[in-house]
């Protein structure tokens, strides 16, 4: 990670959870870390953190709503005025409603969408252009997936989030395709963790506690900064080697 000290990320989703974790680790090594959400107290209060705790980077709060393009393109003018722009692009911020194929609302599916397809699409996109701009040619863009990017759940409310995270996976390959094609040496990985102790499913079945305790609550499930380990050792590979995927599961989780 010697290589990437000094240097810009930006972390989407950086308030709670796997994004807090990621953005936390990537300080420590010494980075400069753009964490962006919508509410940015958590993650003013985590930069706090990883100054009192003496880390060699910094924590940089953005205040933005991933739903709206106009704030991803004011976000990335402001890296770009204050950090000259971003050489590595986590994006981490992901979201889903409990709303079945067959019974869901539209506003709920389009909400999913916005921010796991089309949020993600708008940021990859910009940052590529941040770093070709300056002739960035080893930078790294990191998908934050999910298992269910690669399988389908028997879990009704989870089936529109996982056509998205499904959307992912095929972004990520056809990513490192267009990069290839550009001969540019910017790589491209996606992370699809299993369960993972976090906000999200408490957020999901908020109106169903007993559901939330039978899906989350079977095994020891990872932690964020397990998939914080995984970023690092994608960013932490040498320049040469691409990693196209990273799949961590509780190792009692099933599928």
Not at 17 to 24: D, L, M
Not at 177 to 184: D, F, G, M, N, R
Not at 203 to 213: C, G, H, T, V, W
Not at 229 to 248: E, F, N, R, S
Request: hydrophobic share 40%.
């Amino acid at each position: 990670m010697d290589r990437w000290k000094g240097r810009v990320a930006l972390v989407t989703g950086a308030s709670v959870g796997i994004g807090a974790a990621v953005a936390k680790e990537l300080v420590r090594c010494g980075m400069t870390v753009v964490g962006c959400a919508r509410n940015v107290d958590k993650i003013q209060k985590l930069a706090e953190e990883c100054k009192s705790a003496g880390h060699s980077g910094v924590l940089v709060p953005i205040k933005c709503d991933l739903t709206k393009e106009e704030e991803i393109l004011a976000m990335f003018a402001t890296i770009k005025a204050q950090h000259k722009g971003v050489d590595v692009c986590i994006n981490n911020a992901g979201l889903s409603h409990p709303d079945p194929l067959i019974s869901g609302k539209t506003s709920s599916w389009r909400n999913i969408l916005d921010v796991n397809v089309l949020a993600l699409s708008i940021c990859t996109r910009e940052a590529y252009q941040s770093m070709k701009e300056r002739n960035v040619d080893d930078g790294h863009i990191i998908h934050i997936n999910s298992v269910v990017g690669h399988y389908v759940p028997k879990i009704p409310e989870l089936h529109f989030y996982t056509g998205t995270k499904y959307a992912v996976t095929a972004l990520t390959e056809g990513l490192r395709q267009e990069l290839l094609e550009a001969k540019s040496h910017i790589r491209a990985t996606c992370i699809s963790p299993g369960v993972v102790d976090t906000e999200f499913g408490e957020r999901l079945y908020s109106n169903d506690p007993e559901k939330y305790a039978a899906l989350f609550s079977q095994h020891k499930n990872l932690s964020g900064l397990d998939v914080a380990g995984a970023v690092l050792y994608a960013l932490g590979a040498p320049p040469h080697m691409q990693i196209g995927d990273i799949v961590l599961r509780p190792v009692e989780q099933q599928v």
